[in-house]
């Protein structure tokens, strides 16, 4: 292992895994971290691993950030160039009935993150927020210039919590950082407690799939791809702080100090309805659709504008829903087979 690995933590987690497959084919090496627990089937995250640890330049850590000595010990021993963070306790709805998961993954793991950064010369943290911060936000689409200081679920709160002490971090210390507001990530090797994943499992198996708000939701369904290319871009691009930034007038995306938030969406909601009905299509058999009210800390539709993106790194994401689920249907029937 060379001395210039980056640190990928989640790298037994969906995004973390492709972006872990990604910076190794591109010859990078890469340590991946991950505590691999069981908030969803421990033995996807592990085949995960297994399909990593077959490069040459992987090494996987077993290891819990919330863990201050361990953490502080692996950034002292690495010294790590790049640390992408994508470790966290996910999920609105699990939010809501643990709610300690959060303060423990997604805000003590990410101090230690934040202190190793400090103390052993990271040139760039990119870390994941979520497009949950826009929270009671309606105007669309969600603009990374927007006010987002009204979070309706706890997971929202953290994640608007680490955009926050991150950018104390850049002020205080000067660490580069980059914030990544993702947008309903999606494709093979996903999540089973989203969406697709449970669409796919409920048609297949011929049980109801629930739709809350009478199934009249939009979402910014994002392939894993272009959120990949998207990371891949801006690892070596470490913001520089805006010169313009005032704070007479501030901007919420960006700053003096050398940080600046990102969205990474489709740029284009689909209809939740649509992706069943496509979903349909692919397994070849009707959903049994269950009509619920909308839940709590949900929200009715996310839209995300990426001009910021494709201003800095000359990148959209283009991936249709078509040809998205096309591709994580293909690989939901070889894993069920396997």
Request: aromatic share 10%.
């Amino acid at each position: 292992m060379t001395d210039d690995a980056i640190l990928v933590t989640g790298a037994a987690g969906f995004i973390g895994f492709h972006v872990a497959q990604r910076l190794l084919s591109s010859g990078r090496a890469v340590v991946g971290l991950d505590s691999v627990n069981d908030y969803y089937d421990p033995a996807l995250k592990e085949a995960r691993v297994e399909i990593l640890k077959r490069e040459r330049n992987f090494t996987f850590v077993k290891s819990d950030l919330a863990d201050r000595a361990a953490t502080k010990a692996l950034f002292a021993q690495h010294r790590f160039p790049v640390v992408v963070h994508l470790a966290a306790q996910a999920g609105v709805r699990y939010s809501l009935e643990n709610p300690h998961a959060y303060t423990d993954a997604n805000i003590e793991g990410f101090l230690n993150v934040l202190e190793g950064c400090r103390h052993h010369g990271c040139k760039h943290l990119v870390f994941a927020s979520s497009s949950s911060v826009y929270g009671a936000n309606t105007k669309l689409p969600f603009s990374v210039n927007d006010n987002v200081d009204h979070p309706i679920s706890l997971y929202a709160a953290s994640k608007k919590a680490n955009e926050l002490m991150a950018h104390a971090y850049s002020h205080l210390y000067r660490i580069p950082a980059t914030g990544l507001r993702f947008f309903t990530v999606y494709g093979p090797w996903g999540r089973p407690d989203m969406a697709m994943f449970i669409f796919a499992k409920a048609i297949v198996e011929g049980k109801p799939i629930r739709l809350f708000n009478a199934g009249n939701m939009r979402r910014d369904f994002t392939y894993v791809d272009d959120v990949v290319e998207a990371i891949a871009r801006l690892i070596d691009r470490p913001p520089q702080g805006n010169p313009t930034w005032t704070g007479a007038d501030p901007d919420p995306a960006s700053s003096s100090a050398p940080w600046k938030i990102y969205n990474i969406g489709n740029n284009r909601p689909e209809e939740l309805m649509h992706v069943v009905a496509l979903l349909e299509k692919e397994f070849g058999r009707p959903a049994i659709k269950e009509i619920l009210p909308m839940q709590p800390g949900d929200v009715p539709a996310t839209y995300a504008d990426v001009d910021d993106l494709a201003r800095d790194v000359g990148f959209k994401p283009s991936t249709t829903i078509e040809d998205g689920i096309a591709r994580f249907s293909k690989w939901f029937r070889e894993y069920r087979k396997a």
